[in-house]
């Protein structure tokens, strides 16, 4: 093997061989051997690592960038103010989405702040940074953007359309500066540093304004944004969380504030986000289990239930009733028409049979003819059409909606791949999760395909090269290893 070395240290009759490939590998790979066989593979918990070069001014200045610019994009310091509890429970939140959608002068600052990023990113190249390989999810990720960006020939509202091609632009472009510069866990710590400071300045805002009334069974943690919004928000954070849980030698730290983040999403009363993030979380955290534990994962579920049965008899407590309310999260009227959604996809499901192939131009669909018909018909306003999967192809029709899709498939195959190849790569845990999430949710939501935090990170994910030309993988260090003799 060319520019190898070995070290063998010998610890309780075995050897130990530790591979350091200096040329093309330049990582650390270790393989326990006796009698010249690899019998398995010995990983100790590594240290969080970040990019190369200069990386922590590089996310000190994007995080304060997405902090600041996105709080002023999707955030305000009244909303728990503006909006009252049965608003927030009915989900009518046109009267705030008005406000925010007219365009203030710091959203107009925001978004070029954030395309500024990207494009500081973009030019922002350190002395050992490499060029990754480009996937077919990035191809397709840039045929997308472009579908996108051709849809003002076609759109309903040219000017409207435009608008919003300019804070599309700002957002594709950051997603590919945090595609091109960021590596391994520099995007999960971006997302946790961004959302917990959105989320300390949300409790400040709950407590001045309301108290914080969390133990009143109808209140809904709302902070600086809607719930739903904040739930998707506190979700990301949860998973990147999970991932830098696996790597750090302070697990108590991060077991703790994965706990916190999740009281925080039940405190939303998101059942989507919290079923979600649930999923999710397992997804990324089965893999890295041992077989012979695995058991635990049929019998722990059934164990729990057994024991929230057992506390529903003792109390006295209708059983039916009360884990129908447990499961719902308190909101168990609203589920059989989703809180008003089935009645906005019929109607909407309406005006994409008039435009189904190429829609209606990118936010170009939501004017206010459609709002005023929309609000005659259904009796209420509804802010956007509540499924990210229906507001794609209101927006660009069947066409951009399966190019984004493909490029979403491969994007979470690739993530998923790398992510059970190697179970240290925080990059591919963190995306798979998220595209876990992400697909889930945005059946009732929109967050995933709008213009904000999530929707950056997303798209960051979907256009990412999850292993370049210098990653190796545990399974070939196992390899390198069996195939140098122990003499």
Not at 204 to 213: C, K, L, M, R
Not at 392 to 421: E, H, K, N, P
Request: glycine share 8%; with cysteine; aromatic share 12%.
């Amino acid at each position: 093997m060319r520019d190898a070395r070995r070290k063998y240290v010998r610890h309780g009759g075995s050897v130990w061989s530790i591979l350091v490939r200096a040329g093309d590998i330049g990582i650390e790979g270790r393989g326990l051997q006796h009698g010249g066989r690899v019998l398995t593979s010995i990983r100790r918990p590594q240290p969080i690592v970040l990019a190369t070069d200069r990386s922590h001014l590089r996310l000190l200045v994007t995080i304060v960038a997405c902090a600041i610019g996105f709080y002023f994009v999707e955030h305000s310091w009244d909303t728990t103010v503006d909006l009252s509890i049965e608003a927030i429970q009915s989900g009518d939140v046109a009267p705030l989405n008005e406000r925010v959608e007219s365009g203030s002068l710091e959203r107009k600052l925001a978004f070029p702040l954030i395309g500024f990023i990207g494009v500081l990113l973009l030019l922002w190249r350190g002395k050992s940074s490499e060029r990754p390989t480009l996937p077919l999810n990035y191809w397709m990720f840039l045929i997308y953007a472009m579908w996108t960006c051709a849809s003002i020939i076609w759109s309903a509202d040219a000017e409207l359309t435009i608008r919003r091609l300019v804070v599309f632009a700002c957002i594709v472009s950051a997603a590919i500066g945090f595609r091109e510069r960021f590596r391994n866990a520099d995007i999960a710590i971006i997302v946790v540093a961004v959302v917990l400071l959105h989320l300390a300045v949300g409790v400040a805002a709950e407590v001045v304004h309301s108290g914080f009334p969390f133990i009143h069974s109808d209140y809904r943690f709302a902070g600086t944004v809607h719930p739903n919004t904040q739930a998707v928000q506190l979700g990301a954070a949860g998973i990147a969380v999970l991932c830098l849980f696996s790597q750090s030698r302070r697990k108590w730290l991060w077991g703790g504030l994965y706990v916190v983040i999740v009281l925080f999403v039940y405190l939303t009363r998101s059942r989507t986000a919290l079923a979600s993030l649930m999923v999710a979380s397992a997804c990324i955290t089965v893999p890295r289990i041992p077989q012979r534990y695995l058991g635990m994962l049929f019998l722990g579920p059934a164990a729990a239930i057994s024991l929230i049965a057992l506390s529903l008899l003792l109390l006295d407590l209708p059983m039916a009733n009360k884990l129908q309310s447990i499961i719902f999260l308190g909101r168990v009227e609203e589920t059989a028409t989703l809180t008003g959604r089935t009645a906005i996809w019929s109607a909407l499901f309406e005006y994409f049979s008039e435009r189904p192939f190429f829609g209606f131009g990118y936010g170009g669909f939501w004017t206010p003819q459609v709002f005023l018909e929309l609000g005659d018909e259904l009796g209420f306003q509804p802010a956007h059409a509540h499924s990210a999967y229906l507001q794609t192809l209101l927006d660009i029709g069947l066409i951009g909606f399966a190019m984004l899709a493909i490029a979403t498939i491969v994007a979470v195959f690739q993530s998923g791949r790398y992510m059970l190849l190697d179970r240290d790569d925080i990059n591919s845990r963190f995306f798979f999760g998220l595209f876990i999430m992400g697909l889930l949710f945005s059946g009732l939501d929109t967050n995933f395909v709008i213009p904000c935090f999530v929707n950056l990170i997303t798209f960051a994910g979907i256009a990412s090269c999850f292993r370049n030309k210098k990653t190796v993988t545990r399974w070939q260090r196992n390899v390198h290893a069996s195939n140098v003799s122990p003499g």
